[in-house]
Structure formats: structure tokens, C-alpha cells
């Protein structure tokens, strides 16, 4: 069996399509959805990713503002920077580009900015809201992921899903998400004793480790939908994910590719994100 592509691009241009339709919907009652972007420092991938998102924005008729600072700011003057957005009402999402310096504490951070801009979906109420299936912003990440499924037809109810990975911005929400959809989760973590014994059950395995080849042909259950989110680097230098692809394809029926995957679906949530946090504010 060859598994399907599940093609992060052409769905991200789709969510995309429709994020600028609905913000046009927004500009003729006089509100343009807003997105602030705050970078810290000169990390280089930082300064890309910052770049996407404001271009991202731009292409899908949001207002964004890109504010940079150097490594040396002063929390205090970026806690600062945070109220000051928190209290625009031209801007409706706001998020601040992590690594942050070393001297800076990031959980105080994303905690100054308000949960009603927080589309990045890391704030401690958002975490909060996501466990009790209360209405908030689910970060980026794994909810590109069950856009991924959903795009699919993919009926979670009742599936064994395997979440390879337990951070706090991917595999924690990623495992809430799929228990909202009424899916049997299994979180693995460092400390699994048999990853494969777990992966070889499971009808969606998502890798989100940041480790080549994680995951193999020979742990996946033919037919599995696997979802690819690291992002790694092989030895010729090219971008790649947790899974090996070659093998698994030959396996699974459903695989996300890397680069083509998890990476664009997280720059469109964001989109979805910042828009719908203008519909809110403007309901
Ligand atoms: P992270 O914070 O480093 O978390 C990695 C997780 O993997 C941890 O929970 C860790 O377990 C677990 N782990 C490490 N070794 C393992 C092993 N041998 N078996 C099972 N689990 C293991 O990373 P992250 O921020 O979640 O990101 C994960 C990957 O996704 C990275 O490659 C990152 O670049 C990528 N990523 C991609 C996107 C995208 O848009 N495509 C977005 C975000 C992240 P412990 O908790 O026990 O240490």
C-alpha cells in the first residue's frame, strides 16, 4: 500500500482563500483584522518565521505590525509593549516570537498578553480552555493538524490515536484536541518504554518530537494516518520531519509530507486565528 498525501500546501491555500474572504467581510463594516508580532533579539529562524507571518497576513488582508527589539530590552519595557497592544483596538491578535533572551521568563510574558489576542494560543487560559473544551484559541500547531484530519473525512470517534511528544505548544494540546473529537489518546513522551508497542495500535499516530526517523515502518499499523510535525534537518541539510517517510508511505494509508505538511497549516491557523479574534471583538 502507497499512502495518500495529505498536502499541507494546497490545504493552507485554501484556509487561506477563506480567511481573506472573511476578513474583506470584516473591512466593509470598518474592521480590519489586526495581528502585532513582537520579536526579541536576532535569532536567524526567528526573523524568518516573523517575516512569513507578516507576509502571510498581509496576502490575506490583515493589518499587521511587526515590532522588533533588540536581545538587551528590558522585560519590564516589553511587558510594557504587551499592555500597550493589549489596549489597541486596531489590533486583535498579538504574539510574541519565542525563544525569547535568556533573561526574559516566557511564561510571564505570554501571560501579560489578554486571552482575547492570545492567537498564538499559549497563554494559561487558553491552555485552560482547550482541557475543559471551553471556547478560546487553540494553538496554531495541532490545530492545523485536525484541520489536516478533518480535510480527510477522517471520523476520530472511537480511534486510538498515539501523540508522540508532550509539549506544551504541540503534543499536550495536540492530545486534548483529539480527545474533544472523542478519539482514544495515548500521550508518549521520553520516558515510554515501548514506543512501538504503543504506535503499533494506533489508527493516527502524530510525531511531534523533533527527532529523525521516530517513527518507522515497522511501528506503524497498516492503513494508519500518520502526521508528521518535526522539523529536523538530514544529512545533506534538507528539511525533514520525525517520520521516515520512504518507509512509512509504504504502510500507512494517510502520511503528511515534510516540507509540504504541518509547517504551512501552522502559518494558516494562525490566519484563522487572528481573524477570528476581530469577528469576536466585533460581535
Ligand atoms: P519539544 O518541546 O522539544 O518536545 C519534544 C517532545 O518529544 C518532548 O515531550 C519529549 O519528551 C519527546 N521526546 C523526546 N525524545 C523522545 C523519544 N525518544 N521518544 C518519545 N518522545 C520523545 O518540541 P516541540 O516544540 O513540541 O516540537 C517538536 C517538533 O515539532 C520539533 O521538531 C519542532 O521543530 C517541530 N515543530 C514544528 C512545527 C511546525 O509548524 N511544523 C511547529 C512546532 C514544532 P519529554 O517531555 O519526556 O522530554
Known amino acids: 500500500m502507497t499512502a495518500s ?4 500546501n494546497a490545504l493552507s491555500k485554501t484556509i487561506r482563500a477563506e480567511v481573506a474572504v472573511r476578513s474583506a467581510a470584516l473591512r466593509q463594516r470598518g474592521i480590519t483584522p489586526g495581528l502585532a508580532v513582537i520579536l526579541v533579539g536576532d535569532d536567524p529562524a526567528s526573523q524568518v518565521y516573523v517575516k512569513h507571518k507578516v507576509n502571510d497576513s498581509h496576502e490575506a488582508g490583515l493589518h499587521s505590525l511587526l515590532e522588533r527589539y533588540p536581545a538587551t530590552m528590558a522585560q519590564a519595557d516589553l511587558l510594557g509593549r504587551i499592555r500597550a497592544l493589549n489596549a ?5 491578535g498579538i504574539l510574541v516570537q519565542l525563544p525569547l533572551p535568556r533573561h526574559m521568563d516566557a511564561n510571564e510574558v ?3 498578553i489578554s486571552p482575547v489576542k492570545d492567537v498564538d494560543g499559549f497563554h494559561v487560559a487558553s491552555a485552560g480552555a482547550l482541557m475543559i473544551g471551553r471556547p478560546g484559541f487553540w494553538p496554531c500547531t495541532p490545530y492545523g493538524c485536525m484541520k489536516m484530519l478533518e480535510s480527510i473525512g477522517y471520523e476520530l470517534r472511537g480511534k486510538h490515536a498515539v501523540v508522540i511528544g508532550r509539549s506544551n505548544i504541540v503534543g499536550k494540546p495536540m492530545a486534548m484536541m483529539l ?3 472523542n478519539a482514544t489518546v495515548t500521550l508518549c513522551h521520553s520516558a515510554t518504554r515501548d514506543l512501538k508497542a504503543m504506535t503499533l495500535q494506533a489508527d493516527v499516530v502524530v510525531a511531534a518530537v523533533g527527532k529523525r526517523n521516530i517513527l518507522t515502518a515497522d511501528m506503524v499499523k497498516p492503513g494508519a494516518v500518520v502526521i508528521d510535525v518535526g522539523m ?3 544529512d545533506e541539510g534538507k528539511l525533514c520531519g520525525d517520520v521516515d517517510f520512504a518507509g512509512v508511505r509504504e504502510v500507512a494509508g494517510w502520511i503528511t509530507p515534510v516540507p509540504g505538511g504541518v509547517g504551512p497549516m501552522t502559518r494558516a491557523m494562525l ?3 487572528t481573524l477570528e479574534a476581530a469577528e469576536r471583538a466585533a460581535a
Open 5 to 8: 498525501l495529505i498536502d499541507g
Open 88 to 92: 489597541d483596538p486596531l489590533i486583535h
Open 110 to 112: 505570554i501571560e501579560t
Open 179 to 181: 480527545l474533544q473529537k
Open 232 to 234: 529536523n534537518r538530514n
Open 271 to 273: 490566519l484563522v486565528n
